[in-house]
C-alpha cells in the first residue's frame, strides 16, 4: 500500500531563518506531488507541483521554492522566511497521468514564524 | 476559471441525512468532479468523484446534474465524526497539468 510521509509535524522558525519541508511517498512509482498551504481559518492554496523529478510547477509566485531530487521525494523551502508564510504546509500524491484518481494527503506541517 | 461555488457552512442532525450542493456552470466535457473533506488539524481525506453518473461508496453518495453544471455529495446518515470542512473540486484539466484547485469549502455541523 501507499503511504506518505510529512514532517516536521510542527516548527516555529524566526523571521528571516530558512525553511526546509520534506515529504516522501513510498508505494508508488512516479506519482504527481503537490504543495499546499493553508492558512489560518482559510482554504487550500496550490503551491506547487511536479509530473517527474525535476519538473516543478509554481502557481503563486512568492517566497517559496519546490525541489524533487529523487522520484518520490518532494521538498519545500524558503531562504528566508516571512510572518506571511506561517501557515499548515500539506504535501500530496496522486497516480501520474490521470485525473481519474484520488489526491492522497500527508498529515501536514504546522508553520508558525515569529 | 476552475473553481466551483459551495455554501460557507451548513448545520445537520446526527443520524439524518446531508445534501452538500456544488456549483461548477464552467465545467469542462472531461473534467471530473472530486469531494473531499478535512477534520481540524489534519490532511483532507477522499470522499468521492465521478464524472457524468452518479457514483455511491462506503462513506457517500454523489449525485451529478444532468447538464454537469451542479452536483450534490449525500451523507446518508450523518453522525458527530462527519462534522468537517467539505470540499468540492473540479479536477482541472487532465494530462501534464493534473492540478486541483481547492476553494473554501463548506463547514458542516452535526449536532446530536
Known amino acids: 500500500s501507499q503511504t506518505i510521509h510529512q514532517w516536521p509535524a510542527t516548527l516555529v522558525q524566526p523571521v528571516g531563518s530558512p525553511l526546509s519541508l520534506e515529504c516522501t511517498v513510498e508505494g508508488t512509482s512516479n506519482p504527481n506531488l503537490y504543495w499546499y498551504r493553508q492558512a489560518a481559518g482559510r482554504g487550500l492554496q496550490l503551491l506547487f507541483y511536479s509530473v517527474g523529478i525535476g519538473q516543478i510547477s509554481s502557481e503563486v509566485p512568492q517566497n517559496l521554492s519546490a525541489s524533487r531530487p529523487q522520484d518520490r521525494q518532494f521538498i519545500l523551502s524558503s531562504k528566508k522566511l516571512l510572518l506571511s508564510d506561517s501557515g499548515f504546509y500539506l504535501c500530496?500524491?496522486?497516480?501520474?497521468?490521470?485525473?481519474?484518481?484520488?489526491?492522497?494527503f500527508g498529515n501536514g506541517t504546522r508553520l508558525t514564524v515569529t | 476559471d476552475a473553481k466551483t461555488t459551495q455554501p460557507n457552512s451548513m448545520e445537520s442532525n446526527e443520524e439524518e441525512p446531508v445534501h452538500l450542493p456544488c456549483n461548477h456552470s464552467t465545467i469542462s466535457g472531461t473534467d471530473y468532479i472530486h469531494w473531499y473533506r478535512q477534520l481540524p488539524s489534519q490532511g483532507p481525506e477522499y470522499v468521492i468523484h465521478g464524472l457524468t453518473s452518479n457514483v455511491n461508496n462506503r462513506m457517500a453518495s454523489l449525485a451529478i446534474a444532468e447538464d454537469r453544471k451542479s452536483s450534490t455529495l449525500i451523507l446518508h446518515r450523518a453522525t458527530l465524526r462527519d462534522a468537517a470542512v467539505y470540499y468540492c473540486?473540479?479536477?482541472?484539466?487532465?494530462?501534464?497539468?493534473?492540478?486541483?484547485?481547492f476553494g473554501t469549502g463548506t463547514l458542516l455541523a452535526v449536532q446530536p
Open positions: 500530496a500524491w496522486r497516480r501520474p497521468s490521470s485525473y481519474n484518481s484520488p489526491l492522497h
Open positions: 473540486i473540479r479536477d482541472y484539466g487532465g494530462g501534464a497539468t493534473n492540478k486541483l484547485i
